[in-house]
Structures are given as structure tokens and as C-alpha cells.
């Protein structure tokens, strides 16, 4: 199992959740391009996309710290809320067909481009980055999380070696949960910070 720091006792899970990292800082993650997708952090200009996308009331309910109805407001505090480096959050948005160029740092036009998707990153203590996810009803069952969530562990693992990365799902989410398991989650047995979820490490 991974532990946090090297060489040092792993500490409880939930301890990681009540100290505030104050060195690592999720401000500046690149941009970085899958296959299909561009991944980048949410700006102002973005709301009204991330409103569309995330008015719906199957992801309101999925996703306890959002509000509904979602409102442009609601999605202007959310971009907000990145500002201090301790969470961030990312859409996932198509790319060109004839676009070939994968990896980080490619061309920063996203206008025209549909937002299908959204990551949170969001550093927990001085030891873990939990991360969470949803889907646009039009994307969902066509690879687009795997897609995006998969890319984002692997940069959050380069750019953070020392944290591990956790998630909280609940157990009746069966699409969520198996989409973690194949992202390489496992179950911790310990319930997580929000109600009714319980808390999932990767590797």
C-alpha cells in the first residue's frame, strides 16, 4: 500500500483530512490532451459552459457541495474557488477530430469546443489529494471519465510523489465505484468525510 512519506509510519487517513497542506499548491497544473479530450483548469469565461453542463439534476444529487438548480453564480464561485491552490477544478472538453498532438501544454483554443466533463483536485492535509469527477448526461457511458480522471492521476502522481490520492464514492454508486476500481482504487474500510461514502485509495 502507499504510504504518504517515505520511510515514516503511515499516518490514519482521516488525520490527513484535518490539516491544512500549506507548501503544495494545485494553481498551476497544466494543460494536458487524451485521444478525444483537452484538459484544462476552469476559467471565468467558462461558467456559463459549466453551468449547461452541470445543471442537471443527476449530478446535483451525485455531487453533495453543489447546489440545485446550478447557476451561472453557483459556477462563477466554483472557478473561484481554485484561487488558493487548494482545490482546482478542470474541464474536460472535446477535442478537434483532426487535432494529433497528446500529452501537456498543446494549443490553448478551447472556444467551440463542448465541456463534457469536470475533475476536482483538491489537496487533503499534508498527505493526500482526493479527487472526484462528473459527466455531462450526453457524454456518460462513452469513456470520456476514464478517460479524463485517468489522465489527471497521472500528472497529479508526477507533480505530487509524496501524497496519495484518494476518492470517496458510495457503495450503491455502482457506475462511480467500478470506474475507481478500474482506475485502480481499492476500498480503505473507513467512511469517508461526506455522508454515506466511503474512502478509497489508489495503488
Not at 48 to 76: S, W, Y
Request: glycine share 12%; proline share 7%.
Amino acid at each position: 500500500m502507499t504510504v504518504p512519506f517515505r520511510a515514516r509510519p503511515r499516518p490514519h487517513i482521516g488525520v490527513m483530512f484535518t490539516i491544512r497542506a500549506t507548501r503544495d499548491s494545485l494553481a498551476d497544473l497544466p494543460r494536458i490532451e487524451t485521444a478525444r479530450l483537452a484538459i484544462a483548469a476552469l476559467r471565468p469565461e467558462d461558467a456559463q459552459d459549466l453551468r449547461r453542463l452541470t445543471d442537471d439534476p443527476a449530478i446535483t444529487a451525485a455531487v453533495d457541495f453543489l447546489p440545485n438548480p446550478f447557476t451561472v453564480r453557483d459556477a462563477e464561485q466554483l472557478i473561484r474557488s481554485g484561487a488558493r491552490g487548494q482545490d482546482r477544478f478542470l474541464g474536460a472538453w472535446m477535442r478537434p477530430t483532426d487535432a494529433p498532438q497528446t500529452g501537456e501544454a498543446a494549443s490553448p483554443d478551447l472556444a467551440g469546443s463542448d465541456l463534457v466533463g469536470v475533475v476536482g483536485t483538491h489537496l487533503r492535509g499534508p498527505g493526500a489529494i482526493e479527487i472526484g469527477y462528473w459527466v455531462g448526461g450526453a457524454a456518460r457511458g462513452r469513456g470520456y471519465a476514464f478517460e479524463a480522471v485517468s489522465a489527471i492521476l497521472g500528472l497529479l502522481a508526477r507533480r505530487f510523489p509524496a501524497r496519495i490520492i484518494v476518492a470517496e464514492c458510495r457503495p450503491g454508486n455502482v457506475a462511480s465505484w467500478g470506474l475507481l476500481q478500474k482506475l485502480g482504487f481499492r476500498d480503505t474500510g473507513e467512511e469517508g468525510h461526506r455522508p454515506g461514502r466511503r474512502l478509497l485509495q489508489r495503488g
